[in-house]
């Protein structure tokens, strides 16, 4: 496979004049512009789409990841982290397999699940991901999405599983270095519009797109 | 500022910020913390607007958010509340509702009018004759409305945004403060609002000559300082209720979607006036709008007053007035007896003379203002004795009768109320779950007995939400005689209002309920009461009053209107908000945006119409689009298509019962159209199901359909329980079409799958990569010629794109857009669903009969079809040509004619170049399907055009292009 990975939203990054570095096969927007740290310290959102993931679903699913050695979360809508990437579980027999920075788990099981095995069923997944950083996150969320982020039913290693500015979403919290950020994902096809829109309320809030750079060093470091 | 006071304690405005303006072409000042009723009554201005009907003088009312008559405009902000808005500095007020001024106002001349304006005039009259009907419009178009409208005005956005309490404490006044407290030393996480500028409520105004009520604001305030969990936020209206406590919070900037665990409704109560003749004359006001304008703007009401009053809050407000400046006449009590006790004591040792068993007869003014009252003996029956009447000099009548309780999020929550006789209100009798009231809205009147029942419903929520507080004994509802029974004065010459948005007086309840109007929510429809800005605040009360007395009812049996959103009006900008319209691209969006795409929508989707060029019409690009697919190669998008991926020992088993095909017996490698019905047996959508392995499938729906289609799979694979993983794959994948004869050759470029018929034939399906993509192709002939749909992982969709184009150069390669497809499918044959069906069309109807394998032991949809296809056909679908030259081509949805009568409709029509004449599907009546069959079609204007059944397809009838052998 030669051809690159392309971001839902490279486009719009691209108009906004984004540098670009290729990450896990796929252009992606390391910096913005030279104001992203101080945007990001208000609200930044950077397109993580880069990182390799891979859903299951099925009855074996979860036995088939621990047999893998990979952690599984005991209940529904929460996770684990994994290697620097996360394991959520999305339902009793659903999970999102996501790598962080310089992991193989999703590339080394997604190669035994080609069209699936007895009771593993693979859900190729090409979601748009974003990471929100910030002081203003909270109100960002608050204006586009009628659930309690705030309250500890949404904390900790809860996943929540909701729409956001009408747009089904996935969405965690995750430490990302030093910084408490929160995780969004939502499909490939609604990526645009929810960029758009989330950027758009974020600039009103002194914050606006920023580079991967701004707000996950490691994963571009690599 | 002639009526200003000097400083007073926990006085609203700030005298070191002082602030000008202007009203009505005026220069005046005010200070930081006024609102223009009370910078305006300060400076000595009584006459603030003018009424909507009769154009009528009108001062303060209420200071509480229901002066409707005082509406103003101040540039492009129209209708603000002056009684509520916060002045501002350099305001330029208008009135909104003259004709000239509010002074001058030319149309004051309907006041002596008001004989021919009877309450419903306007369904009685300017009916007939029907040619002046739109004369009478333009006058009363020009007669109503408030404000001037600039159309210049620039758009503002007020996002909305969503917040979370476990309570929800709605208003600040004594039991608001007091159940938050309560909750919040619980540990609840408690939210307080107020729609006023500060809170405290009646604590800061009615203070009846002692600091008993502001000592226990000032206690409250310093407790709720101490917990964190609670956030009060005045300036915030609580606009409605909605089902789960969901509870619209409106503020200066925006609209909070609140929801909360519990709510406590302490909203008080609203003061009711006392009806008499010209009750409406500037510097008439309730006994509490002038405690407001005391201690909140330290503005003097009035030079010397009258109190009218049934109550003990009347006597506290003129002891309250007496200690500021205002000479009181007399304090006019409707109760024989008076209030007497210790607060009757206080006021006449204040020299206050008590008028008990009296009332108001009526108003009287002078140049728009109060100058003296009439006051005559009544007796228990509300007979007033005229013989020999008082006329009492004054500039000021504060009203103080009776209260209603400010219950209509409680009666929006499914709150059971009753009239309680000891009271005069109407009360909660059963409360919604989470649902609490507290304090005046609850019954309970005595500052002590509020702040108790504001403590007893704080707990009760915390305890309801499962937190620990101690339990709180109940609270006696009283003390009785806060609301007198009948408040209103009848007058023989009438304007003894009972509606200030609406200018109604008594009368106009007699003659509507003497007319049959005799149901409340009858009554309301016909006089309009509370159907002005105020929503019946001040009016409701007194309405139900005069019905059940009519009726010979009392106010229980007559019942209140229903209570809607929104509480108070709400500015549209709040409600408009920022929009949230989803919308989805494929991953080739940029590439069709960059060839000159014309979108269309197609459910969340936008999808290339067709392509533009310079110079080119529509059609004629179209039909270029059409030209290359059917003699080169074409590349459509065709990512929208909903694709689902199924998993599983049972997946052909499941594929069985939900589609009306056959598919246990499909091989691997193979495709095959599918037909879904709902369990009525109507066609509901379509696709290609693709066997890519023993336990996997992949197949299509259509683009509109695949939410609803993935859903009820959803739904049926609950039901069955089988062994299958589904998964909806719609976005994850990008999907083109490859279509036309030099498809399979420019194809061969990109990829190393044997792409010969024999290998690779009509209805395959293959995996493999194109230009280095993992992919999976089909050939499908959806356009009917040679075609491969190629699937790859919606992040490669762009890059597919590009290789295409780049490799599709030499051969001419054109993309197209859903015009052109249309068109392509049309000639062939092939319905769409959703344009060639109808929520009614069953198989049969479509000539889909073949697709059904009746002989399944089950499929969904199966049983009802056998019962239809019983009964015979209703309509069928059929295609038709048009004879040759015909000068009007009908349109989609035109009907089709027999014998004068309608016989079905066109579902799809085009002028097609590749079988050269109109072409196109209508459903016929039975017997009008045989091939030969003439019949008309009605297009625009009427014009009738004739058609004739043919055979379809209308090209490539034997299918020979879409098999291309090699």
Redesign the interface.
Known sequence: MNAPRSSALHTSLKARGARFDTLLDMPAAVQVADTDAQRAAALGIADVSCLRRIGLKGPRAGEWLSQRGVAVPADPNSWVPVEGGLVARLARTEFLVEDGPGASTVTRIAGELESGLEGVYPVWRQDCALLLAGERVMDLLRETCNVDFASSAHAGEAVTLTQMVGVSVTVLRQQVGSRACHRVWCDYSAGVYLWETLTGIAEEMGGGAVGIAAVWPALVAG | MTDRLPPLPGEWIDRQRPIDFRFEGRAYRGFEGDVPSSALWAAGVRVLGRSFKYHRPRGVLSMAQHDVNTLMQAGQRLNLRADVEALEAGMDLQAVNTSGGVDGDRLRILDRLGAFLPVGFYYKAFHKPARFADAWEKVFRRLTGLGRLDFATPHIRT??????ADVLVIGGGPSGLQAALAAGRAGAKVVLVDENARLGGSLGYQRGGTAEGSNSLDRLLRELADLPNVSLRPGTLAAGWYTDHWVPLIDRARMT?M?ARAVIVAQGAFEQPAVFRNNDLPGVMLASAAQRLIYRYAVKPAHRAIVFTANAEGYEAALDMNANGVAIAAVVDLRAAGQGGSLQDRVERARIPVLAGHAVFEARGGNDRLAEAVVCPIDAQGRVDTASPKRIACDGLMMSTGWAPAAALLYQSGCRMIYDESVAQFVPEALAPGMYAAGRANGVHGLEARLADGERAGREAARGLGLEAPEAAPVMRGPAGASHAWPIIEHPAGKNFLDFDEDLQVKDFLNAAQEGFDNIELLKRYTTVGMGPSQGKHSNMNAIRILAKVLGASPGDVGSTTARPFFHPVPMSHLAG?G????????M??RHEALGARWMPAGL?LRPEYYAAEGATKQAQVEAEVHAVRNGVGLIDV?TLGKI?L???DAAEFLERVYTGRFANLKVGMTRYCAMLDESGVVIDDGVVAR??E??WYFTTTTTGAAVVYRELQRWNAQWNL?V?L?N?????AAVNLAGPKSRQMLRQLTDIDLDSAAFPYLGVRRG?V????ARLMRVGFVGELGYEIHV????????WD?LMEAGRPFGLKPFGVEAQRVLRLEKGHIIIGQDTDGLTTPDEVGLGWALKLDKPFFVGQRSVQIVRARGLRQQLVGFELEQGAATVPKECHLVIRDGAIAGRVTSIVESRSVGRTVGLAFVAPGMTDPGTRFTIRAEGGVMVNATVVPIPFYDPAGERQKSPD
């Open positions: 996002p909305k945004r969503y917040d979370f979607k929801r920022r949230f319209d989803p919308r989805r691209q494929t991953p969006h940029d989707w990512g991926e998993f599983g020992p890519i392995a336990e996997h062994r993983g998964v794959a719609t976005g994850a994948h990569a230009a280095g993509i993992p992982p919606a992040e490669f969709g762009a890059a597919l290789a």
